[in-house]
């Protein structure tokens, strides 16, 4: 994804298929690796409403999976982001969407 690119991520795999399920996008930015969920809906809204709690454990443990496959990665800080995309509008990039088994801090 060229915005990303641009924002100096570095990308590592695309459509990453797990046990767990598929993980869109997975980037290194700086020392984080950062699994990026991509969302086009109607409205940024839905965008942001279509990404539940089911939807981000799934996420989480297929990100879990994607690393343990690659140890020279397992330095890095984790982050879970989400690009959201609607007809018409800037597509929105939400660094740090959520944060795993911390209920207290969902989606920003």
């Keep these: ?37 991509v969302k086009a809906r109607p409205s940024i809204e839905q965008a942001l409403d279509s990404v539940g709690p089911r939807q981000r454990a799934r996420i989480t443990r297929a990100a879990s999976i994607w690393r343990a496959s690659r140890p020279a990665l397992k330095a890095l800080h984790l982050r879970y982001d989400l690009f959201l995309v609607a007809p018409g509008r800037w597509p929105q990039h939400r660094r740090a969407a959520w944060i795993p088994g911390d209920g207290a801090r969902d989606l920003l």
């Excluded at 100096?8 to 699994?35: K, P, S």
């Design 1 to 37: 994804m060229a915005w990303l690119v641009a924002k100096g991520y570095r990308l590592l795999d695309h459509r990453a298929r797990t046990a767990a399920g598929e993980i869109d996008l997975v980037a290194r930015h700086g020392d984080y690796l950062v699994f990026v969920e």
